[in-house]
């Protein structure tokens, strides 16, 4: 499942990472990488664990759980710290898939990457290039969302970002476990829970039919769910 989520930052909460992000020690983004993304990643990278990564991630995670859509897209178990990118000067990262499974360094935290994410901090017209290109089953998804919004998709879809080649496109990301490994289980997921809340809308909580669907949603989540 491929979906991309409007506002996730407003624009005070934008402004405010950008100005961490953009005052951060940047450094090459292969600092993380393992030996083969090294072959196909040019970026610069905020420094993995830094006091500016840390505080712009706390907003981002603050806001992610104040947003519906990406606890009912994710439902997630465990999100990893969000990280942050730059692209300039013809900068690209060739195809590549990432890995099932991160480690923070000194940490005993590990995450199973169901999930990847992207979270656009650069508005689209600030820079030429720079499109996320995901393969899926329906063919290649070229993302290049404005400042604020994000994009959430299965961490085992091979993907790219194309060479920026006029200015500089920022972007924070991350992967996310989900209690529901299965992609196909959380789609029928999601589609179930986007539908009680129509119905909710359009007849009441209270109304059989929202409380019937409600009930088949949360028998589907305990069939599911890894705890």
Known sequence: MLIAISDVLDAAALAR??????????????ATSGP????????????????????AGAIILDALGRTPLFVA???????????????AGGQAFGVHIDNAVRVRRDSDFRLRSDLSATLF???????DGGELVI?????????????????????SSLHRVEPVTRGARV??????????????????LF????????????????ARATVAL??????????????
């Open 73 to 87: 897209a994710a439902l997630p178990a465990k999100v990893w710290p969000p990280m942050f990118n730059r692209y």
């Open 191 to 206: 589609d179930l829970d986007q539908g009680v809340q129509a119905v909710a809308a359009a007849q009441g909580q209270d």
């Open 121 to 127: 901090l650069s508005e689209p017209a600030a820079y």
């Open 214 to 227: 409600t009930g088949v949603y949360h028998n589907l989540l305990r069939r599911w769910v890894e705890a």
């Open 171 to 188: 972007a924070s990301f991350f992967w996310i476990q989900s209690m529901v490994r299965d992609d196909g289980a959380r789609r029928i």
């Open 17 to 30: 990472v950008r100005a961490i992000v953009d005052a951060g020690e940047w450094v090459d983004g292969n």
């Open 135 to 155: 393969e899926d089953r329906f063919g290649e998804q070229r993302v290049k969302l404005p400042a604020g919004h994000m994009v959430l998709y299965p961490a």
């Open 36 to 55: 083969q993304a090294a072959l196909a990643k040019r970026n610069a990278q905020l420094a993995d664990g830094g006091a500016a990564a840390r505080e």
